[in-house]
C-alpha cells in the first residue's frame, strides 16, 4: 500500500508537468521558476540542515570501535576501524563514505535445526547501492556537460567512457542501464524481503519511485522521444548564466525531467535523502578513539550531586573503625547531628 | 510464568513480521520479558521524579498529569544537547541491515526488536511533533501521536536492548541503537519509569558505594574470606589494603566480582596478583570501599546519574593520593571509563593533575592509551607484565580447561580490546579454540543481560537474547570439545553460567584472572591440589 501510494504520487507529478507544461503551455515556470526555486531551496534546505545538525554538540566521544585499539607497543592496532589519529579518522570514513564499508559486513541470519545460527554472507545490498549511488553520481557529472561551455575534458572522458559500448545511437550509457537495474533491485528487496517491508515507510519508496521516474524520462528522452539537444543546451545555458530563455523546440518530455529533478531537490533536505550529509557527522564514525589520551570537552556539562568520601564516613564511620578500615576523622569527633 | 525448554523456545522463533502494519499493533507486555517496574523508595534515594508504586501489567501506568509535556521537553532539550541524536533521528534510510543483527531479535523474532523499529518508536514521535513533514502528513510521513500506548511501548522495548551495539557496526551511517535507548530511558526516567533491577542497585552504588548495598565493613569481610580461601588452596595469604592513602595504584573493579560465583574466582586471581606484584617488586594497590564499585548502572537511567556514581573514582583517587587507577574486568564500566569519565569529570577534575601518566612500575611501559584519562585496564597491565616475563606462570595448572573468548560488548565496540585478553588466555591456558568470526571481536553477541536486564523476572528474554552467543559457543563445544567460556565482564559472568546451562550445557564460565590466579606461581606456595574453585588440578584427581 505505500509503495503504491508513493507511486501514483510520482505518477500525479508527472501528470503535472505534462498538464502544466505540455498542454497548458506553461514552459517559462517550469523551465526556469520551479527550477531555480528548486535549486534555491536545496541549497537553503541542505545547508541548514547541516546547520541545525551543527549546533547540537557531541558532548561525548563515542566512536562505534570495530577493530583493536592503540594500546601496547607490540599489539598491532587495527588504524582504519579503531583509529587513534585524524589521519586514521580520515581513512576511516574515506572506506565509509567511498566503498560502503560497514555495508560490506553485512550478513544474514539464519536458522536451522540443531538448534543452529548460522550468518551467510549477504553482500547484494552492498553492491547494488554501491552501483545505484555510482552510476547517480556519474549521471550527474555527465550533466555537466549541459552547463558548462566549452565542456570541461573531464566531463567529456566521463561521458565516452560512460557510452563506450557504442550501442545504438544515440549510444547506449551504462550508468542509465545501471541505475535502472539498481534501483529497481532497491525497490524490489523493500517489497520481497519482509522484514525490510515491515519497516519500510511511504518516505522509502517515495524517493526510489521519483529517481526511477527521473532516470527513465531522461532516458526516454534521450533514445525514443528524441529532443533537440541543441535547444535544450540553450536553456541549460540561460539557467546557469542567469540569462534564462526558453527556445523553440524542446519537447514536453523534458519538462517533466526538470519537474521530477526539481521535486528531487525540493525533498531532499526534508527528507532521508540527507544522508548524504549526515555520514560525514555521524559521532560514531568521525571521531578517533582516543579517549584516554586526550580528554574530550563537554559544552554544557555541569555540576551534579554526588554523595561524597565525608558523607560516606559519616554514615559508616563506627563499623569502619570496627573492621579495622582507615578513617579521615577519629570516633570522637564524629559529628552530634547525625541520624 | 516458567521459561520454555530451549527446543520449544528455538521452534517458536519466527522471523517474519505479522501482516498489520507496525503502527497498528499495540504492545502487549509479555511476562517473562520485562522487568518489574522500580521500588519508588530507590527512586527517591537519588532523587529521581515521580517515584511511585505502579505495574507494567497494569492498564493504567498513573503517569503524572503532565507526562506529554515532560516527554516532548524532554526530546527536545536532548535533541540541542546530542548530535547524535539528532542525526539519528533524520538519517536513517530504513536499508534493514542491522534488522537480524540484534540478538533478541535473532532470538525473539518480535519485530520492534530490530535495531530500526526500536529506533522507529521514538523517530515516529519526533517526526510528528518536531519536523514540519510529520506534523502535516502524519502518519505518511512516518509520524504518529504522542499517546499513553507509546510510553507503555517505549519502555517494553528499550528495556529489551542491551546497548550493545552491535547494529552500530553494521549501519552504513554508524547508528547507534545504544544512544537511541539510552536517550529513551532517559526520557522514560523523567516519569518515573524505570526497572528495578537497575534502579535498586542505582541507589545502592550512591549510598554504599556499590550496587550490591555491601557496607565497608562487610566487603572488608568478604575480601578477608577470599584470601582464606586463596591460603588453603596455596598456603600464602595476601594481605591488602582497603582505603590505604598514599599506595601506588587504586584498583577497582565491579562489586559482582566480590560477591557471586564464578565472578568471586576472578576476584581472587586479582587479589594473588596484586600479591604477587607486592611480594617480587614492592607494588602496593589499595581496595577502595567507597568507590568500590566499577560498574555504573547509572549509565541505564540517564547521563546525569552516570555522573553522579562515576565521580567517585577520581574524588577517591585524589582522596588517597594514588599515581593512577587500575580497573578490573567489567563490560558497560569499561564504556564509562572510557568513553565518559574523564569528560564527565572534567568540570570538578580539570586535567587530573593530581595523578600521574600511568607507567607499570615493574616493566617501565608507559601506558600511552591511558595517558591523559589515567586508568588503566586490568588486562592491558596484566597482558604487558606476562610480555615483559614478570610473571611465573604454570600454564599446565589450566590444563583440564578448554577455552574460548566471548568478547564483552563494550570492551570490543566501545574501547577495542581484543587481543590483550586473548594474549593472556594463550599465556595461561594450553587449549584455546575461537568462535566463528561473525560472532566475537567487534562482531561480537551480548550475553542477553547487560545494560541492567540480568534479573530474575525476564529470564525468558534473556535465554533468547542469549541464543546467537549461546549457539557459537556451541558450535565450538561440539567441535573442539571446549568447556569453559573466558570473558572480561562482571554481569557476563553473571548472566552466561545460566545461559550455558540453558543452551549448552557442560560449560562453564570464567574471567581471564582466574586463569590468571590459578597458573601464577606465588612465590613460597605450597604444592596446590585444587584450583580456585576447589576442583582437584590436572593430574590430581585421583589423590
Known amino acids: 500500500m505505500k509503495a503504491i501510494y508513493s507511486l501514483f504520487l510520482v505518477f500525479a507529478l508527472v501528470l503535472v508537468a505534462l498538464l502544466g507544461a505540455g498542454a497548458g503551455g506553461m514552459h517559462y515556470l517550469f523551465g526556469v521558476i520551479i527550477p531555480y526555486v528548486a535549486v534555491v531551496l536545496f541549497v537553503a534546505g541542505f545547508v541548514m540542515r547541516v546547520i541545525r545538525w551543527g549546533k547540537s554538540p557531541v558532548p561525548f566521544r563515542i566512536p562505534t570501535t570495530c577493530g583493536q585499539e592503540f594500546s601496547l607497543p607490540w599489539i598491532k592496532q587495527n588504524k582504519i576501524d579503531n583509529p587513534s589519529t585524524t589521519w586514521g579518522v580520515i581513512l576511516r570514513m574515506f572506506f565509509e563514505i567511498v566503498l560502503f564499508r560497514s555495508l560490506f559486513r553485512n550478513t544474514r541470519v539464519e536458522l536451522h535445526d540443531g538448534p543452529k545460527l548460522a550468518y551467510a554472507s549477504n553482500k547484494w545490498l552492498w553492491l547494488f547501492a554501491l552501483l545505484f549511488h555510482y552510476s547517480f553520481l556519474t549521471i550527474f557529472l555527465r550533466h555537466m556537460r549541459l552547463f558548462t561551455e566549452p565542456v570541461p575534458g573531464f566531463f567529456q572522458a566521463l561521458e565516452s567512457v560512460d557510452g563506450m559500448l557504442q550501442i545504438g545511437v544515440p549510444s547506449l550509457y551504462l550508468t542509465d542501464v545501471v541505475i535502472v537495474v539498481a534501483a529497481t533491485y532497491l525497490f524490489l528487496r523493500r517489497v520481497v524481503i519482509p522484514q525490510v517491508r515491515y519497516v519500510s515507510l511511504p518516505a522509502d519508496y517515495f524517493p526510489l519511485f521519483l529517481i526511477l521516474g527521473i532516470v527513465l524520462s531522461g532516458i526516454f528522452m534521450r533514445y525514443f522521444v528524441k529532443t533537440d539537444i541543441v535547444s535544450v543546451k540553450e536553456l541549460t545555458m540561460g539557467l546557469v548564466t542567469f540569462h534564462p530563455r526558453i527556445p523553440e523546440g524542446v519537447g514536453t518530455i523534458f519538462y517533466i525531467h526538470v519537474f521530477l529533478v526539481s521535486v528531487l531537490l525540493i525533498y531532499f533536505p526534508f527528507s532521508k535523502l540527507m544522508h548524504m550529509g549526515g555520514v560525514f557527522l555521524s559521532p560514531t564514525r568521525n571521531l578517533a578513539n582516543n579517549n584516554r589520551m586526550k580528554i574530550h570537552v563537554n559544552p554544557w556539562n555541569y555540576p551534579v550531586k554526588v554523595h561524597t568520601y565525608e558523607a560516606y564516613e559519616d554514615e559508616f564511620r563506627e563499623k569502619m573503625v570496627e573492621a579495622g578500615l582507615p578513617v579521615e576523622k577519629p570516633l570522637e569527633q564524629q559529628p552530634e547531628n547525625k541520624e | ?543
Open chain 2, 1 to 543: 510464568m516458567a521459561t520454555p525448554k530451549p527446543q520449544e523456545l528455538f521452534a517458536s522463533i519466527n522471523h517474519r513480521p505479522p501482516k498489520k502494519d507496525w503502527m497498528d499493533v499495540p504492545v502487549e507486555i509479555k511476562p517473562g520479558r520485562y522487568c518489574y517496574a522500580a521500588n519508588p523508595k530507590s527512586l527517591e534515594i537519588v532523587g529521581f521524579p515521580h517515584a511511585r508504586e505502579w505495574n507494567p501489567l497494569d492498564d493504567d501506568w498513573k503517569l503524572p498529569e503532565n507526562w506529554k509535556e515532560i516527554i516532548i521537553q524532554g526530546i527536545k532539550e536532548r535533541l540541542e544537547r546530542f548530535r547524535s541524536f539528532k542525526i539519528f533521528m533524520d538519517i536513517c534510510v530504513r536499508c534493514g541491515a542491522c534488522a537480524d543483527k540484534c540478538h533478541f531479535f535473532i532470538g525473539s523474532g518480535d519485530p520492534k526488536n530490530m535495531p530500526v523499529l526500536r529506533a522507529e518508536l521514538l523517530r515516529s514521535i519526533y517526526r510528528g511533533e518536531f519536523t514540519r513533514a510529520g506534523k502535516i502528513l502524519g502518519r505518511f510521513a512516518g509520524a504518529r501521536d504522542l499517546t499513553p500506548e507509546v510510553i507503555k511501548e517505549w519502555w517494553y522495548y528499550f528495556f529489551q536492548c542491551t546497548e550493545c551495539r552491535r547494529c552500530s557496526v553494521f549501519c552504513p551511517y554508524g547508528i547507534d541503537t545504544a544512544e537511541i535507548t539510552i536517550i529513551g530511558r532517559e526520557l522514560l526516567n523523567l516519569l518515573g519509569l524505570n526497572i528495578d533491577w537497575i534502579a535498586t542497585p542505582v541507589a545502592n552504588c550512591y549510598r554504599t558505594g556499590n550496587h550490591l548495598g555491601i557496607q565497608p565493613h562487610a566487603f572488608k569481610d568478604m575480601i578477608d574470606f577470599f584470601c582464606d580461601d586463596i591460603e588453603e588452596i596455596t598456603g600464602i595469604r595476601p594481605e591488602p589494603s582497603f582505603n590505604k592513602k598514599g599506595a601506588d595504584i587504586l584498583f577497582i573493579t565491579p562489586s559482582g566480582d566480590v560477591f557471586a560465583d564464578p565472578g568471586t574466582y576472578t576476584c581472587m586471581g586479582y587479589l594473588m596478583l596484586f600479591h604477587y606484584l607486592k611480594e617480587e617488586y614492592g607494588l602496593e594497590v589499595t581496595w577502595s570501599t567507597y568507590a568500590s564499585e566499577g560498574g555504573n548502572f547509572g549509565f541505564f537511567t540517564s547521563h546525569e546519574m552516570m555522573k553522579r556514581l562515576n565521580a567517585k573514582m577520581y574524588m577517591e583517587a585524589k582522596r588517597l593520593g594514588v599515581k593512577w587507577i587500575l580497573g578490573g574486568e567489567c563490560g558497560h564500566m569499561w564504556r564509562v571509563i572510557h568513553q565518559y569519565m574523564a569528560t564527565m569529570q572534567h568540570d570538578t577534575m580539570g586535567d587530573l593533575d593530581f595523578l600521574e601518566e600511568p607507567v607499570s612500575p615493574i616493566t617501565g611501559t608507559r601506558f600511552e592509551n591511558a595517558r591523559a584519562t589515567k586508568m588503566v585496564h586490568i588486562v592491558e597491565f596484566t597482558a604487558d607484565l606476562i610480555k615483559h616475563g614478570k610473571l611465573k606462570l604454570d600454564k599446565s595448572r589450566n590444563d583440564n580447561l578448554i577455552m574460548t573468548f566471548h568478547d564483552s560488548c563494550n570492551p570490543s565496540r566501545g574501547m577495542g580490546l581484543l587481543e590483550e585478553p586473548r594474549y593472556i588466555i594463550k599465556n595461561t591456558c594450553n587449549h584455546f579454540y575461537e568462535m566463528p568470526e561473525n560472532t566475537i571481536r567487534e562482531q561480537t553477541f551480548c550475553c542477553g543481560g547487560g545494560a541492567g536486564l540480568n534479573a530474575g523476572e525476564n529470564e525468558e528474554l534473556r535465554m533468547m537474547g542469549g541464543l546467537p552467543r549461546a549457539n557459537a559457543v556451541k558450535y565450538v563445544h561440539e567441535k573442539y570439545g571446549v568447556n569453559m567460556l573466558g570473558c572480561i565482564c562482571a554481569i557476563d559472568r553473571a548472566v552466561l553460567p545460566n545461559l550455558m546451562d540453558y543452551w549448552v550445557p557442560g560449560v562453564q564460565v570464567t574471567g581471564i584472572h582466574e586463569l590468571v590466579g590459578n597458573a601464577l606461581l606465588l612465590p613460597g606456595e605450597q604444592e596446590r591440589e585444587t584450583n580456585l574453585r576447589g576442583e582437584p588440578l590436572p593430574g590430581k584427581e585421583d589423590m
